[in-house]
């Protein structure tokens, strides 16, 4: 009976989920996006350029569309300093190795010496390779005046 019942939990222990402390590939997608918005915040140009793909696409907080080469010399060159920046209400979804994020994005942003302030919701596309996940699209939009 003894050798029944451990056979039996074994069985079941085997189709178990996993423990809930591991990480799920959207909280890795997360964690990633955290950690790419810290290098942002601090213009970490080598750290931005490994966790973008090299056909990014771009649209910042003002609406201008730049691949991966002018969004790193925007940030290089145009006196970029992030004052604030911050992620709130996330939402992943990864099927393979896409991953999708959305979100609010709060900012407080001085480019050639003109702040930009606001809140936007985004939306941005991953893909994960033998290195980890990159990001492949950013695209804000205006978040609106709730009534």
Not at 65 to 87: F, I, M, P, W
Not at 123 to 131: E, F, H, I, K, P
Request: hydrophobic residues 45%; proline residues 3%.
């Amino acid at each position: 009976m003894t050798r029944f019942f451990l056979g039996s939990l074994t069985c079941l222990l085997a189709v178990m989920p996993v423990a809930a402390s591991a990480a799920s590939p959207a909280d890795g997608l997360i964690a990633f996006e955290h950690a790419r918005r810290k290098a942002v915040a601090h213009v970490d140009l080598a750290a931005i350029d490994a966790m973008t793909s090299a056909d990014l696409i771009y649209v910042d907080a003002s609406g201008f569309e730049r691949d991966k080469k002018a969004y790193l010399d925007h940030l290089a060159t145009e006196g970029v300093v992030y004052n604030s920046y911050s992620l709130d209400d996330l939402h992943a979804s990864v099927r393979g190795g896409v991953g999708v994020l959305s979100g609010l994005f709060r900012f407080n942003v001085t480019v050639n010496g003109r702040g930009n302030v606001g809140t936007q919701y985004f939306t941005s596309v991953y893909l994960r390779d033998g290195q980890g996940w990159k990001l492949m699209v950013w695209h804000p939009t205006r978040a609106a005046v709730q009534p």
